[in-house]
């Protein structure tokens, strides 16, 4: 490995990017590989986990990392691109070492050694003599005591550390990896979450908070969203689901058993599961079944200044911001009747004080909630359209449908999850 450092904490290589040779970033760090041997001798790192576009995990070989210095890695180029499946004889540091719960011999005042209890929070690796890297040094840092917010940190050679080569994982808490999950975008934690040990994936959505749980399972194929919304308690799940999107939500509990649903949908707050009703009560694959109830809404004597305010909201996605939509009150779905909307890109040449109803494409007709998906997929193609109104018989407005609620349903059944799972075993 050419001007390599010495050591390397593993916690900081997760997100940096990998690049080729001629500098073309190829994917970024997700985890490293080692193979445990015993709890005197340090495991061997075997290679990293990278993740290529498309969420692709593929296996990085250590023999072809040729420098990870200066917060990024490079490689020969020469990589195997067939998915990553982790080996019975192979641990993953990231996924499966920090947050275990260990013990260390720290130096008292007498100078006499004693073994105190902390939790890994970063893991060193070290290239030997030859030329082998190997896990050497552990980051450990203690419970907080008293007024302290924080534990003492040590860092332990790795023979004298006792509690990393257990086979289970009951002692291993989820803080670190937390940290690590909420630094990244939504799809990529789900990727992680996705590929943890059903122990790991437990204790760490045990730990997630709600709004950041309801964003990742966004993100997972059906059957996880399943899985985890099961293990949940009752008022937990509930609490979940008020907190994704209404359309994601109805999807979700569709595919739970009838009784299930039922209980979880009396438990959200009654505003929540009304617009979660209601999306179940079209038929799937319709506008009105993948529709968002909650659009930009605006009265009538709205300016441009407010509707800039409006999507600045950081929670909407991209597609839900690019329209406002002017209605009658009331302003909640089903609105008064729809006036018309504006395109942001038209409200950005407007002089702020300038009325929205006064620039309104309302020329356009809107979608009714039984329209088919060829049927919004070809009205959005038509006008070039990122998102558009859809509106009950009497104009009211019911919601919006947007190019990524299209997407999610004109893609073949279960494609995030084929999506983690395609490719074959690494050579």
Same mark, same amino acid.
């Given at each position: 490995m050419n001007s390599a450092p010495s050591r390397v904490y593993v916690a900081r290589l997760v997100g940096l990017p990998i690049f080729d040779p001629q500098g073309d970033q190829v994917g970024k760090v997700r985890d490293l590989v080692v193979a445990m041997r015993s709890e005197s001798a340090p495991p061997r790192v075997l290679g990293l986990v990278g993740e290529m576009p498309g969420r692709r995990r593929?296996?990085?070989?250590?023999?072809?990392?040729?420098?990870?210095?200066?917060?990024?890695?490079?490689?020969?180029?020469?990589?195997?691109?067939r998915r990553f499946e982790q080996r019975s004889t192979e641990t993953l540091?990231?996924?499966?070492?920090?947050?275990?719960?260990?013990? *260390? @011999?720290?130096? &008292?005042?007498?100078?006499?050694?004693?073994? =105190?209890?902390?939790?890994?929070?970063?893991?060193?690796?070290?290239?030997?003599?030859?030329?082998?890297?190997?896990?050497s040094r552990v980051a450990v840092q203690e419970p907080a005591k008293a007024l302290r917010r924080r534990g003492q940190t040590h860092i332990a050679e790795w023979r004298d550390v006792q509690g990393l080569t257990q086979a289970d994982s009951d002692s291993q808490g989820a803080t670190h990896l937390l940290h690590a999950l909420n630094e990244m975008r939504p799809a990529d934690?789900?990727?992680?979450?996705?590929?943890? @040990?059903?122990?790991?994936?437990?204790?760490? =959505?045990?730990?997630?908070?709600?709004?950041?749980?309801?964003? =990742?399972?966004?993100?997972m194929p059906e059957e996880d969203q399943v899985d985890i919304l099961e293990h949940l308690d009752s008022e937990r799940a509930a609490d979940v689901l008020e907190e994704m999107s209404a359309d994601d939500a109805a999807d979700l509990i569709r595919?739970? @058993?009838?009784?299930?649903?039922? *209980?979880?949908?009396?438990?959200?707050?009654?505003?929540?599961?009304?617009?979660?009703?209601?999306?179940? &009560?079209?038929?799937?694959?319709?506008?009105?079944?993948?529709?968002?109830?909650?659009p930009v809404i605006l009265g009538t004597d709205a300016t441009v200044a407010d509707a800039l305010a409006h999507v600045r909201n950081p929670d909407l996605t991209t597609s839900l911001a690019?329209?406002?939509?002017?209605?009658?009150?009331?302003?909640?779905?089903?609105?008064?009747?729809?006036?018309?909307?504006?395109? *942001?890109?038209?409200?950005?040449? %407007?002089?702020? &004080?300038?009325?929205?109803?006064? =620039?309104?494409? %309302?020329?356009?007709? &809107?979608?009714?909630p039984e329209a088919t998906i060829t049927e919004v997929a070809l009205h959005l193609a038509t006008y070039n359209l990122v998102a558009a109104p859809v509106v009950d018989e009497n104009g009211h407005l019911l919601g919006a449908v947007t190019v990524d609620d299209l997407l999610d349903h004109m893609l073949p059944a279960g494609w995030r999850d084929r999506a983690l799972t395609e490719g074959g075993r690494r050579g």
């Amino acid at each position: 490995m050419n001007s390599a450092p010495s050591r390397v904490y593993v916690a900081r290589l997760v997100g940096l990017p990998i690049f080729d040779p001629q500098g073309d970033q190829v994917g970024k760090v997700r985890d490293l590989v080692v193979a445990m041997r015993s709890e005197s001798a340090p495991p061997r790192v075997l290679g990293l986990v990278g993740e290529m576009p498309g969420r692709r995990r593929i296996f990085v070989p250590m023999t072809r990392v040729t420098n990870m210095d200066r917060g990024q890695v490079y490689t020969t180029g020469l990589l195997n691109m067939r998915r990553f499946e982790q080996r019975s004889t192979e641990t993953l540091v990231i996924g499966e070492m920090l947050d275990r719960q260990v013990k *260390i @011999p720290v130096k &008292s005042g007498s100078g006499t050694p004693s073994m =105190v209890s902390g939790t890994v929070y970063d893991v060193a690796m070290e290239q030997g003599r030859t030329r082998d890297w190997v896990l050497s040094r552990v980051a450990v840092q203690e419970p907080a005591k008293a007024l302290r917010r924080r534990g003492q940190t040590h860092i332990a050679e790795w023979r004298d550390v006792q509690g990393l080569t257990q086979a289970d994982s009951d002692s291993q808490g989820a803080t670190h990896l937390l940290h690590a999950l909420n630094e990244m975008r939504p799809a990529d934690a789900a990727t992680m979450l996705h590929d943890l @040990p059903l122990a790991r994936r437990t204790a760490v =959505v045990a730990a997630l908070h709600d709004e950041r749980l309801a964003e =990742v399972l966004e993100e997972m194929p059906e059957e996880d969203q399943v899985d985890i919304l099961e293990h949940l308690d009752s008022e937990r799940a509930a609490d979940v689901l008020e907190e994704m999107s209404a359309d994601d939500a109805a999807d979700l509990i569709r595919d739970l @058993p009838p009784e299930t649903a039922e *209980i979880l949908l009396d438990l959200m707050e009654p505003e929540e599961a009304q617009d979660v009703r209601r999306l179940m &009560s079209y038929v799937e694959d319709t506008a009105g079944a993948m529709m968002t109830p909650s659009p930009v809404i605006l009265g009538t004597d709205a300016t441009v200044a407010d509707a800039l305010a409006h999507v600045r909201n950081p929670d909407l996605t991209t597609s839900l911001a690019a329209l406002v939509y002017v209605c009658r009150s009331p302003l909640e779905t089903p609105t008064g009747r729809l006036i018309g909307f504006a395109h *942001i890109q038209r409200l950005l040449r %407007e002089p702020p &004080s300038s009325l929205v109803a006064g =620039v309104l494409d %309302e020329s356009l007709e &809107s979608l009714r909630p039984e329209a088919t998906i060829t049927e919004v997929a070809l009205h959005l193609a038509t006008y070039n359209l990122v998102a558009a109104p859809v509106v009950d018989e009497n104009g009211h407005l019911l919601g919006a449908v947007t190019v990524d609620d299209l997407l999610d349903h004109m893609l073949p059944a279960g494609w995030r999850d084929r999506a983690l799972t395609e490719g074959g075993r690494r050579g």
